[in-house]
Nanobody, 127 residues
């Protein structure tokens, strides 16, 4: 599976950006796709994820009520709509996918829950 992310850029605080991640290869609706981010000198942080079959969605605490993850199954693409951006949202955003079986009741928010990663796309929020 290959992942290609688009949509990073520079925006002022309070603004919005939309990231896209297109998956190619053998994709099943049972997979989970999502986003992590990493600021300079910081660990990679969970942002949001969702099952391609629909249903469960998870958000990191710092982005709840500001970011929205969505999908287009026909294109195997997930989107991350980021609103009310803050300078602390600055970082490289990485798209990721989990191909291993997943289980209801478990929140897939750890780096090692995921199998493949796309290249990062840089988001810079100026104050």
């Amino acid at each position: 599976v290959q992942l290609q992310a688009f949509g990073g850029g520079t925006v002022q605080a309070g603004g919005s950006l939309r990231l896209s991640c297109a998956a190619s290869g053998h994709i099943l609706n049972s997979y989970i796709m999502g986003w992590f981010r990493q600021a300079p000198g910081e660990e990679r942080e969970f942002v949001a994820a969702m099952r391609l079959s629909g249903g469960r969605i998870w958000y990191g605490d710092s982005v709840k009520d500001r970011f929205t993850i969505s999908k287009d199954n026909f294109k195997f693409t997930v989107y991350l709509q980021m609103d009310s951006l803050r300078p602390e949202d600055t970082g490289s955003y990485y798209c990721t996918i989990r191909q291993r079986p997943s289980y209801s009741g478990y929140a897939y928010t750890r780096n090692d829950d995921y199998d493949d990663w796309g290249q990062g796309t840089l988001v810079t929020v100026s104050s």
